[in-house]
DNA sequence: ACGTGGTGCGACTTACACAA
DNA sequence: TTGTGTAAGTCGCACCACGT
């Protein structure tokens, strides 16, 4: 658009006495304004706004500015969304008597224009005086979740309240369709869609956008927790690809003290490995009796030292049983190096330094089942030719934490990822670097500045491609293997044991095992 | 289980040419 | 000059595959 159609704008208006009403004129009359984008309204409007910031006028007075907000309230309901804005500061809508503007924009919502009526009442914040579930129900409904977020963003209260009210949603007496249908004609309404486990999403996603405190919603973690633990069961008893230790530690840490939690364990228990484990598992939280489904009360006091040995027993053969087909590193075991000091630690850094270097990086962590936050590295290893390394990260860290030398560490690792000439090797390296993000802030743009990086899982996509002719020549069963295991397997010949990946990689000492898979 | 990163498809804008 | 229709570009979302 040119100067000129500017200038002459400009010149309109100066001709005019009172540009605000002739504005409204102008839009009043061309009554469809569905010119969309960029139209002649839009520009006209927008030079106007900046006309005026040029030429403050004195105070309009009271009644006239009045009824000009009552006029521009009409155009406001039709208008393109991007004259909103101009239109509410031109004539000064903050200003209006706010009863006078939620009555308008409760008209909206009546007329079933529910994206409308929210979008603005955030323009006039009017949030404060109305009331979120009423506002916020079709929304929902309409999977505008994202404006729902805008909606609450400034209000602290308001969303501890909405969180609230979503959270009563998913008591498991409730029925989630006493809330649709008041909205059944709704257009692209997708009620089907709205479940629990929909809602508990968008519960955890507004909890950690917005820093409330979970507590709040007692009833969607209590049901993130039950998914844990029949997750759980399902690796252990179902796909049996994880330890009976490692099972139990995480069983431990999902249920706690929860007495809800701890009655829904038992009944997995009774119903996945008999009903003396789970007595001896209500025994171990002095589950209250009446808790307990009939029958199993009386195994309570039965000893249990017998069968614990004989269940470890049984894990250990089945362990032994499939380890030999799995590949192993051809590394002897002195040569690598679990590093609790600093002292250690700084002569790995030396090696691993070297000009022309190649270093194989991993980490592991403890995995997240539900706990809020993001998961702090546990392990981080580093490999050269024929040597490993593996950082005790959590314990270096608070000892440089005593020390203070926390720099120590971001140091180290910015050096390792900015120099070329030292060459990083390793498997969706960007989880990592995520992960090391949240344990040590100091690290949260060394993704941005760094070279020398090989991906195998980026490298394996590309020959993949290349060379389909691996995959189903050998046999017609599907292989289970994935990922960096299916990799070995094709180079290498055989698979990786991935048993410990699911670890409790937290505790201390580490076992054997993990050592040995890291 | 969760978190992330990549991919593909559809909805939605934006841009532009053209007819009225 | 305006509004319309089509083409191109963005955005967002669901899905998958992989990590712990």
């Given at each position: 658009?040119?100067?000129?159609?500017?200038?002459?704008?400009?010149?309109?208006?100066?001709?005019?006495?009172?540009?605000?009403?002739?504005?409204?004129?102008?839009?009043?009359?061309?009554?469809?304004?569905?010119?969309?984008?960029?139209?002649?309204?839009?520009?006209?409007?927008?030079?106007?706004?900046?006309?005026?910031?040029?030429?403050?006028?004195?105070?309009?007075?009271?009644?006239?500015?009045?009824?000009?907000?009552?006029?521009?309230?009409?155009?406001?309901?039709?208008?393109?969304?991007?004259?909103?804005?101009?239109?509410?500061?031109?004539?000064?809508?903050?200003?209006?008597?706010?009863?006078?503007?939620?009555?308008?924009?409760?008209?909206?919502?009546?007329?079933?224009?529910?994206?409308?009526?929210?979008?603005?009442?955030?323009?006039?914040?009017?949030?404060?005086?109305?009331?979120?579930?009423?506002?916020?129900?079709?929304?929902?409904?309409?999977?505008?979740?994202?404006?729902?977020?805008?909606?609450?963003?400034?209000?602290?209260?308001?969303?501890?309240?909405?969180?609230?009210?979503?959270?009563?949603?998913?008591?498991?007496?409730?029925?989630?369709?006493?809330?649709?249908?008041?909205?059944?004609?709704?257009?692209?309404?997708?009620?089907?869609?709205?479940?629990?486990?929909?809602?508990?999403?968008?519960?955890?996603?507004?909890?950690?956008?917005?820093?409330?405190?979970?507590?709040?919603?007692?009833?969607?973690?209590?049901?993130?927790?039950?998914?844990?633990?029949?997750?759980?069961?399902?690796?252990?008893?179902?796909?049996?690809?994880?330890?009976?230790?490692?099972?139990?530690?995480?069983?431990?840490?999902?249920?706690?003290?929860?007495?809800?939690?701890?009655?829904?364990?038992?009944?997995?228990?009774?119903?996945?490995?008999?009903?003396?484990?789970?007595?001896?598992?209500?025994?171990?939280?002095?589950?209250?009796?009446?808790?307990?489904?009939?029958?199993?009360?009386?195994?309570?006091?039965?000893?249990?030292?017998?069968?614990?040995?004989?269940?470890?027993?049984?894990?250990?053969?089945?362990?032994?049983?499939?380890?030999?087909?799995?590949?192993?590193l051809p590394i002897p075991r002195e040569n690598i190096h679990l590093l609790q000091t600093w002292e250690e630690t700084l002569q790995c850094w030396e090696k691993v330094l070297q000009p022309g270097q190649v270093v194989g990086i991993d980490m592991e962590w403890k995995p997240s089942?539900?706990?809020?936050g993001k998961p702090r590295v546990a392990l981080l290893q580093m490999a050269v030719k024929d040597e490993v390394f593996l950082l005790d990260l959590p314990r270096l860290l608070e000892q440089a934490e005593v020390e203070g030398e926390k720099e120590k560490l971001p140091r180290f690792m910015q050096k390792l990822y900015s120099d070329a000439d030292i060459t990083k090797l390793g498997y969706g390296m960007s989880g990592d670097l995520s992960s090391l993000a949240a344990t040590c802030s100091a690290l949260k743009d060394t993704e941005k500045q760094q070279h020398g990086v090989v991906d195998l899982l980026t490298v394996d996509k590309q020959v993949?491609?290349?060379?389909?002719?691996?995959?189903?020549?050998?046999?017609?069963?599907?292989?289970?293997?994935?990922g960096l295991?299916?990799l070995v397997?094709?180079v290498l010949?055989?698979?990786l044991?991935k048993?410990e990946q699911?670890s409790n990689w937290e505790k201390r000492p580490l076992?054997?095992?993990q050592i040995l898979y890291a």
């Open positions: 658009v040119s100067r000129q159609l500017k200038e002459e704008i400009r010149r309109g208006f100066a001709g005019l006495e009172d540009p605000l009403a002739g504005l409204l004129a102008m839009l009043e009359s061309s009554s469809d304004w569905k010119g969309k984008g960029h139209s002649l309204g839009y520009y006209i409007t927008s030079e106007l706004q900046l006309w005026i910031k040029e030429h403050p006028a004195g105070p309009q007075s009271g009644i006239q500015l009045k009824k000009l907000q009552a006029r521009v309230l009409g155009i406001l309901s039709q208008c393109p969304a991007n004259l909103l804005d101009p239109l509410i500061s031109i004539y000064q809508l903050h200003t209006a008597d706010r009863n006078y503007l939620l009555e308008h924009v409760s008209h909206l919502y009546l007329k079933g224009s529910y994206k409308e009526a929210a979008i603005l009442s955030m323009k006039l914040k009017l949030q404060p005086d109305q009331d979120v579930e009423k506002m916020c129900t079709p929304l929902l409904l309409q999977d505008k979740a994202n404006m729902v977020e805008d909606y609450v963003g400034e209000y602290p209260e308001l969303q501890s309240k909405l969180l609230q009210i979503l959270d009563t949603w998913c008591e498991p007496s409730f029925n989630i369709r006493d809330i649709t249908r008041p909205y059944q004609g709704l257009s692209r309404c997708k009620a089907e869609k709205f479940n629990r486990r929909t809602l508990s999403k968008l519960v955890f996603r507004l909890l950690d956008r917005f820093n409330v405190d979970p507590a709040l919603c007692p009833n969607v973690i209590n049901q993130r927790h039950l998914r844990t633990l029949n997750y759980l069961f399902y690796k252990r008893f179902v796909e049996k690809t994880m330890t009976e230790e490692n099972w139990a530690d995480h069983i431990q840490s999902t249920v706690g003290e929860n007495r809800w939690l701890q009655g829904h364990l038992i009944q997995l228990l009774v119903r996945h490995c008999g009903e003396r484990a789970a007595a001896r598992w209500a025994r171990h939280w002095g589950v209250p009796v009446d808790m307990l489904p009939p029958g199993l009360a009386e195994q309570l006091p039965e000893p249990h030292t017998q069968e614990r040995i004989e269940e470890v027993t049984k894990a250990d053969n089945y362990e032994d049983s499939k380890k030999k087909d799995y590949y192993q089942f539900g706990m809020v993949d491609g290349l060379s389909p002719e691996h995959s189903h020549e050998e046999r017609g069963a599907r292989q289970p293997e994935k295991s299916l397997q094709h010949g055989k698979p044991d048993t699911l076992r054997e095992e």
